[in-house]
């Protein structure tokens, strides 16, 4: 960019953040490093204001968007869904890439195809196909080179959700109360490295298997994002939620639990954990001052939440 | 009591707030002013904890012990499988109170009887009728006397424990999210002025519902009692929790809402809400000094239980 351009930018950067939290939401249209973390069942129907704030965040309708269909059990179905939506949205360079066994994950031509990108989007699916296909293979890399050098907007749903976190949840019972041990945990993609991200979350009632997951974890933050809801994480600055629903945030950060004194069996003890909704259209800064009236331990948990993980090189 | 009992009282007074949260529970055979709130759905088959509880914190199998039903749309049902239970229970002086009108509520020879108890138990069914029956009644003065003034154990399930607080929830619908204006309040019994109980707590997934109602009023402590679980609150003293599930406080004092801002569709804000679940076997006093590590708030959030209300003469 030249000297004007760069202006124009370091203006619209301070803009953005002179936005409040309960302010109307400000759209750049230059790219930062940003998440775009669905929890499933996005509309791709009606207004489509997910995936058109994912196209808006990769760049416009000229970003080169390519699909992830690894995650799914029936990827073609899911690579011709999204490629219609797509295009009926004017994304101009869609398409999907042929990424679903390990010996795709390990094509140059692929790992290329995903360093040139300007967006990448996870459908949902089996979180842990994802991961089986993609882990510590030069398309994983790829995808952390992208994001963190490149500025490559990141974007999955439900199981391309929950891949997000370094600590993923990879399958656990919906239960009615916290319980130990009844989550399965495995690694995810690592790109928000001290949370946890669990989807469809108030439509499946997930809070009660947050909470189990968190008991043994109180180190990371439970976020927990409704169906047809977006978390935008923009690394290093600020969150933003958009959608039907809301994004919970589950800080145990001073929290006390007897997790680890009780058999599975037994009910838990959990004493003040810190609940959070954010509505769609709301944006939280990281940077700036917080607002007047923000409660202790908010402030924190957005830190967390947009601190840059570690690039898997 | 002469001197010695007295000097016995104390005792076990003093080593009864010994205890710590964690340690087992210890039982006292003299009486205290309690409340005994049950989530619903108690077991009367096998165990019954709860309702054992209910027989010695009335004083044992000589109290007199006494049931209401008035919340009841089938009372005489209600009436006779109680009978059989506490009857089981070897509770000796165990009667059905004839309260199911306001003309009954009006009746001197009922509030004799309601006086003269040491435990009284009203059942589920619906609070509203209950509340419809009793409310501003001799009865329910006589009901507040027995508590404040003789110590009587008071306990209710279901609907008979949604009327232990002043500000009650009538009904609202199980929501997925926090809504506004989905909760129909009403006035309860009373005896929990500053706190709102919800029942059946987890098994129909009522936080949303209980978010609801404190996002109206945030000076509430939300209780959500789960089924065939107590919560045992012993005035100006301490919080106990029995049976199978946890007791869930909800504290909205440090937290902020846009509840007030936001129109009945939209979702809304909550920041800050602190959650502790609390299983049972757990004792929490509100008057010795705070064990190591227990979050700020809980203890406040105790204390607000067993503050005990205005008598309502």
Redesign the interface.
Known sequence: MNKRQFLASMVAWVAADTVRA?APMWSPSQKWARLVIVGGAEDRVQDRIILRKFIEYAGGPLARIRLITAASGVPDAVASSYSAVFADLGAQDFAVLPLNSREEAMNPQLTSEIMKADGLFMSGGDQSRLMQTVWDTPVMEAMHKAFHFNHCCIGGTSAGAAVMSRHMIAQGEAV???RKDIVDTDVGLGFLPTAVVDQHF??R?R??RL?STLASRPDLLGVGI?EDTALVVERGRAIEVFG???VTLVDMG???T?ARD?DEE???????????????G?RYSAVLPAPK??????RRAIELLVKPGPVYL
């Open positions: 309960q009615l109360r916290p108030s439509e009632r809070l009660p909470l409704d039907k629903g809301v001073q929290a006390q007897n009780v037994a009910q838990m003890e959990m004493l003040g954990v810190q609940l959070h909704t954010l509505p769609a709301h009236g923000w409660p202790a331990g908010l």
